[in-house]
C-alpha cells in the first residue's frame, strides 16, 4: 500500500499542489504519494520558523535546547525499526547498512551536538589599554535564523540530521527541504520531532524538486536567514546565485572524485579490504567514496586482482535478504547517468576489470535501477571517466612510480573532497595525507568520523566545514559586546 507524504507546516499536515511518485529503486514499485509544495507552502513554511523563533523556542535556554536534542535521539531510537523501513523503502539500500550507518548515525547526530553547544563556552578577552586601563570584550552567539536545509538522496536521514541537529542546538528553526527521491524519513523526524516536544514551527518539510519547485522557492525567500545544502557541485552554484541578491550566508558540502594512493608497503588484504569499502559502499552513491584509484606500480596487478575478486563477490539483492551486500542505485535517473560513464570509459579505452553492465536479476527485480560494480584500468587522468564524478560503484585504477607521481595525480582534479592514502610507512602516511588538497585524509583507514572533527571540501567541493564547533560557526551569528572597564 503507497503512503502518502504531506508537508509539515507548524505542526501539521499540508496538501501540496500536486502529489509526484516515488518508487522503490529495487523493483519500481510505487512507495509513496508525495505532495509537492507551492510558493504559498513554502511561504507558510517560513513564515512558522520565524513565528517560533519570535516564541518560546527564540527564548529557550541552552540547557532546554540540549534536552530536546537528547529527547529527540531517544525518539529516533525507539523508533529505530520505523526509521530503518523507511530509509530501505526509499533507498533500497541492505538494512543492515540503514541500521549501521543511517539510522544510527542520526541518533548519535543529535547526541554529539547537544554535547558540543553544552560545553561551548564564549569567546572573550579581558583587553589591555595602552593607557593603563582595561575593557572587557565578549561574544554572544545568537541563532542564524530561520535556516533552509536542502540535502540529497544518498544517506538521507545522516545528512539530514547532521544539520538539523547543530541548528537546532544553536536555536535556530528550519524548512527541510529532503530529495525528491527520498521524503520519506524528513517526514516521519517530523513527527518524532514534535514527540520529543519541540514547539510548532521549529522543523518544517517542504516536499518537491529543485528548480520551478519547493528547493528554488526556499532559496529564493525574502525572509531566510542563511541555506545549508548538500548535493551536487552545479546545484551549489545555482543555490549561490539564488541567494546573491539577499546576501546570505550558505554552507555547502558538494561534490567529489576521491583518489584513493596505494603503495607497494601497504599491508595488502587490509588495503584490499578498505579500498573495496571505499569504492562500493552504499552502492557508490557516497561523496567520500573512492573513484580514482593510484597504486605503486610493482603491485598493481595484485592491487587490481585484488579488487576485481572483490567487487565480484559483492552480492546484489532485496534489502532484507541477508547475503545481500549492495543494493540499487537511487532512480532509473541516475541508473541512466552511471551507465552512460560505463559506455563513455570503453570509449575512452578502459579495459573492463569487472563489471560493466546491467545485471540480470531475474523478472522480480527487473524494474528496478540495478548496475554491477564496476573497474577499469588502461585510462588516465586525462579520460572524463577519471575527472567527472560518477557517483555509482565504480573506479579508474591508475599506476604510478614516484610518491611525487601519486601526489600529483591525486590532486589533479577540481574537486577536493577525500582522500585515502594505504601504507605501513606512517611517515610518509602523514606526509602524503598533509600534501593532498582535500578536507579530509584518512590513512590505512576510509570514512572513520570523529564528529568534532572538521568537514568538507575545497574547489568543487564546497564552502565551510560542519562538525562539532565548525557546525556552531555557521548556525550562530555571534554580537560582540565590548565593555570599558
Ligand atoms: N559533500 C558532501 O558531504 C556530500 C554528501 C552527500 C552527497 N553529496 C553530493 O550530492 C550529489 C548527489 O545528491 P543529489 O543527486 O541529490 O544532488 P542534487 O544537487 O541533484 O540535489 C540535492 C538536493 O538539492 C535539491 N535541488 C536541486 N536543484 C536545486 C535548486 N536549483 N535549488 C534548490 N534546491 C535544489 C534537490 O531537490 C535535492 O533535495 C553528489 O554530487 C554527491 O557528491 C555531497
Ligand atoms: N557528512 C557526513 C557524510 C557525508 C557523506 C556523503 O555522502 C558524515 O559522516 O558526517
Redesign the pocket.
Known amino acids: 500500500m503507497a503512503a502518502e507524504l504531506h508537508n509539515v507546516v507548524g505542526g501539521t499536515r499540508v496538501a501540496g499542489r500536486r502529489t509526484f511518485e516515488k518508487l522503490d529503486p529495487v523493483d519500481g514499485s510505487l512507495v509513496a504519494h508525495v505532495h509537492e509544495a507551492g510558493p504559498d507552502v513554502v511561504d507558510a513554511a517560513v513564515a512558522a520558523a520565524r513565528a517560533a523563533l519570535d516564541g518560546p523556542w527564540g527564548r529557550a535556554s541552552v540547557a532546554e535546547r540540549t534536552a530536546l536534542l537528547r529527547r529527540i535521539a531517544d525518539r529516533i531510537e525507539e523508533r529505530f525499526e520505523d526509521f530503518v523501513a523507511a530509509e530501505v523503502r526509499d533507498t533500497g539500500k541492505p538494512e543492515h547498512l540503514a541500521r549501521e550507518l543511517d539510522v544510527a548515525r542520526a541518533a548519535t547526530n543529535f547526541r554529539s551536538f547537544a554535547d558540543t553547544v553544552a560545553a561551548a563556552g564564549l569567546d572573550s578577552f579581558l583587553t589591555e589599554l595602552p593607557n593603563g586601563r582595561k575593557a572587557l570584550n565578549y561574544a554572544v552567539p545568537k541563532p542564524l535564523g530561520v535556516v533552509a536545509v536542502?540535502?540529497?538522496?544518498?544517506?538521507p536521514l545522516l545528512?539530514l540530521t547532521w544539520k538539523v541537529a547543530p541548528a537546532l542546538a544553536c536555536g535556530n528553526a528550519v524548512v527541510v527541504?529532503?530529495?525528491?527521491?527520498t521524503p520519506s524519513t524528513a517526514t516521519l523526524l517530523a513527527e518524532v520531532i514534535a514527540e520529543a516536544g519541540a514547539p510548532a514551527g521549529v522543523y518544517n518539510v517542504v516536499h518537491g524538486?529543485?528548480?520551478d519547485s519547493a528547493?528554488?522557492y526556499?532559496?529564493t525567500h525574502r525572509d531566510i536567514d542563511g541555506v545549508t545544502?548538500?548535493?551536487?557541485?552545479r546545484?551549489g552554484s545555482?543555490?549561490m546565485r539564488?541567494v546573491a541578491p539577499s546576501v546570505r550566508p550558505v554552507s555547502f558540502?558538494?561534490?567529489?572524485k576521491n583518489a584513493a594512493v596505494v603503495f607497494a608497503d601497504c599491508d595488502l588484504e587490509k588495503t584490499l579490504d578498505g579500498l573495496a569499502r571505499s569504492v562500493f559502499l552504499n552502492t557508490g552513491q557516497v561523496?567520500l567514496c573512492t573513484e580514482r584509484v593510484y597504486v605503486e606500480r610493482s603491485v598493481f596487478d595484485a592491487v587490481a586482482n585484488g579488487l576485481a575478486e572483490r567487487a565480484k563477490a559483492l552480492r546484489l539483492g532485496r534489502p532484507d535478504a541477508p547475503d545481500t551486500t549492495t543494493g540499487p542505485l537511487i532512480s532509473q535517473q541516475h541508473r541512466k547517468k552511471v551507465q552512460s560513464y560505463l559506455d563513455l570509459a570503453v570509449a575512452e579505452g578502459a579495459t573492463v576489470l569487472a563489471g560493466g553492465s546491467v545485471p540480470e536479476l531475474g523478472p522480480d527485480l527487473a524494474g528496478g535501477s540495478w548496475i554491477e560494480p564496476t573497474l577499469w584500468t588502461g585510462l588516465d587522468n586525462s579520460a572524463r571517466v577519471v575527472r567527472e564524478?560518477v557517483?555509482g560503484p565504480v573506479a579508474a585504477l591508475i599506476p604510478f612510480d614516484t610518491e611525487d607521481d601519486a601526489v600529483r595525480l591525486a590532486n589533479d582534479t577540481d574537486y577536493g573532497?577525500a582522500a585515502a592514502v594505504w601504507t605501513t610507512d606512517l611517515e610518509r602516511g602523514h606526509r602524503v595525507a598533509q600534501q593532498m588538497r582535500v578536507g579530509m585524509a584518512w590513512v590505512n583507514t576510509w570514512y572513520l568520523r570523529d564528529l568534532r572533527s572538521p568537514f568538507g571540501?575545497v574547489g568543487l567541493?564546497?564552502i565551510g566545514r560542519e562538525g562539532g564547533l565548525h557546525s556552531m560557526h555557521f548556525y550562530t551569528q555571534p554580537t560582540n559586546v565590548c565593555v570599558q572597564l
Open positions: 536542502i540535502v540529497p538522496w544518498n544517506l545528512l527541504k529532503p530529495s525528491e527521491e524538486f529543485g528548480p528547493g528554488e526556499l532559496t545544502f548538500t548535493g551536487e557541485s546545484t545555482a543555490i539564488a558540502e558538494l561534490g567529489g561523496c564524478e557517483f573532497l571540501g567541493s564546497g
